[in-house]
């Protein structure tokens, strides 16, 4: 069984922490948050340990491995210290807002052999690892393009969207580490627009946007249409689509059913979708941990690490320069 520890105990955390207790091959040793009510809620909760300090987890003996979902200026610092402790380290996206402190953390790291996964769950949701599998087996022939569709059912707290980092650090980043997991190659090339739509005021301030598009091309030719918005008013809105020489694949939405009813005045009035990302990608949630425990029990790398979301930052820096310059962005500018 391998034990491990929770860090930061607010909404996804406490996912994270359920999710573990209940896995089969894994345990919770402990959690830990800086405020610490809330790490004594979900300690008592699940009959876990509740540390007083961050660092007793990384010294502690009982602890194989810890899970990062701390506030994201402390990602960075708390893989360096894993690594130092010698555990394998799962953590949240992104690993910072800075690509140089990033840059920085992967300088003192080093080739660490310490496996260290990134929390990009969409790649382990059945219906988006489907449509990879689907390109891969060469059901649809050669790929030329993907559409990814990611729009949120409302705006997020402004105390949420003022530390986010913005829109592309924030939200499309998942759609752009989905985009280099369906493309299968890497993106040269970032064209994005930005608009302030749903709260103007609000983004003006911040100097962000609320609805996005991104164009990514690869060295190829192959090309990513991506589209966010801030707010759908018909709920979480999450798809994707490959268009191959052979056909097409389709990963669509999700619902409690799939019933839909007909009368003479409507037809195919279906259930609401599965309300924002916890509901949504709770298969995925589940199967990540599944994924994590498996590499450490291997041996093999976690199929998502370090570099992946390296990547994925210089995507949305990438993306942060067209939108602001208005021009094509090769990633060799940011990398």
């Known amino acids: 069984m391998l034990k491990m520890a929770v860090l930061g105990c607010g909404r996804i955390g406490r996912m994270h922490a359920e999710n573990i207790a209940a896995h089969p091959r894994a345990t919770l040793a402990g959690v830990f948050d800086i405020h610490r009510p809330a790490a004594v809620e979900v300690g008592s909760k699940l009959a876990t340990t509740v540390f007083d300090a961050v660092d007793e987890v990384f010294s502690s003996t009982v602890v194989d491995a810890v899970l990062i979902a701390t506030s994201t200026p402390t990602h960075a610092d708390f ?6 402790a010698g555990k394998p380290i799962l953590c949240e996206k992104p690993i910072d807002l800075s690509l140089e402190r990033v840059q920085r953390c992967a300088n003192t ?17 059945p219906g988006h690892r489907a449509v990879r599998n689907a390109i891969q087996a060469g059901d649809i022939g050669d790929l030329h393009q ?35 997991f369906i493309l299968g190659e890497e993106v040269t090339e970032v064209f994005s ?67 839909t009813l007909h009368r003479a005045e409507f037809t195919g009035q279906g259930a609401p979708l599965l309300n924002f990302f916890i509901d949504r990608y709770a298969e995925a949630f589940s199967a990540e941990i599944s994924a994590f425990v498996d590499a450490i029990e291997s041996g093999r790398p976690p199929e998502v690490g370090f570099e992946d979301g390296r990547q994925a930052l210089i995507l949305a820096e990438a993306a942060i320069k067209s939108a602001a310059e208005g021009r094509t962005v090769k990633t060799s500018e940011i990398g």
């Open 79 to 84: 893989i360096e210290k894993a690594v130092a």
């Open 146 to 180: 993907v559409v990814i569709t990611s729009r949120d059912p409302g705006m997020p707290p402004v105390a949420y969207a003022e530390a986010s980092g913005g829109i592309f650090r924030d939200m499309t980043i998942h759609d752009f580490d989905m985009a280099r």
């Open 193 to 259: 627009i930005g608009s302030r739509l749903v709260d103007p005021v609000l983004m003006e301030r911040l100097g962000d946007y609320d609805t996005a598009s991104v164009v990514l091309t690869t060295a190829t030719g192959r090309q990513c249409i991506i589209n966010n918005s801030r707010q759908a008013a018909y709920g979480y809105d999450q798809r994707v689509e490959a268009l191959g020489t052979k056909g097409m694949v389709i990963s669509e939405n999700r619902r409690p059913n799939m019933t």
């Open 109 to 125: 790291i080093g080739s660490t052999a310490v496996p260290i996964m990134l929390g990009f769950v969409r790649r382990f949701d």
